[in-house]
């Protein structure tokens, strides 16, 4: 009797901790209410679409650099960046993909997770976006830098002789070239 109620308590020990080792991974997934995509814009203290230019990974970590390209709420810079991470993070976001970021933050490096609403920038998630917040608008890349000139030394330009020197020198050489061939090359 002794044996067997042994074997039991073994038995439910060896039970009990495969249900913690297989339950641990479950643990660890990202569990998130649903949330209507009204609920996630307003959450969000920025909507914008943007391309994926890099990622870098730092364990769960992600950051993204991206090229924000239309913004729906709160203000973006053309090349901004977003992080993620954990159980709910983006994981890795293909580069050169657009995407829609419904992100947290006052300023990049913003915040999102797969939980807040962001999603590949294609029709259905563009729409929906749209249909709360309005079109948006495009973020315009910077103007190109202007010229300025800057001079470079004091002095006076060259004289015309000394611009003229090495074409008259040419010419000369080129004569005597002309001479030396014609006494050179039989008659």
Known sequence: ???SLRAA??????ALGLVLVVDSPASAAC???PQTPARQVERASVVFVGTVDS?????TNHVYTLTATRSYKGTVERSTQVESGGACGLGALRVG???VFLAKGEAAPYAADSCGGTALANGDS???VERILGEGTA?????PPTATRTKVEDAEPYGFARLAAPGAAAVLLG???LFVVRRLAPH
């Open 139 to 143: 973020i315009e890349p910077p103007p």
């Open 9 to 14: 308590l073994a038995l439910l020990v060896v």
């Open 55 to 59: 990622q870098r990974a730092e364990g």
């Open 175 to 177: 004569l005597l070239g």
């Open 31 to 33: 569990t998130c209410k």
């Open 126 to 128: 563009l729409r929906k």
């Open 97 to 99: 993909r657009a995407y």
């Open 1 to 3: 009797m002794l044996r």
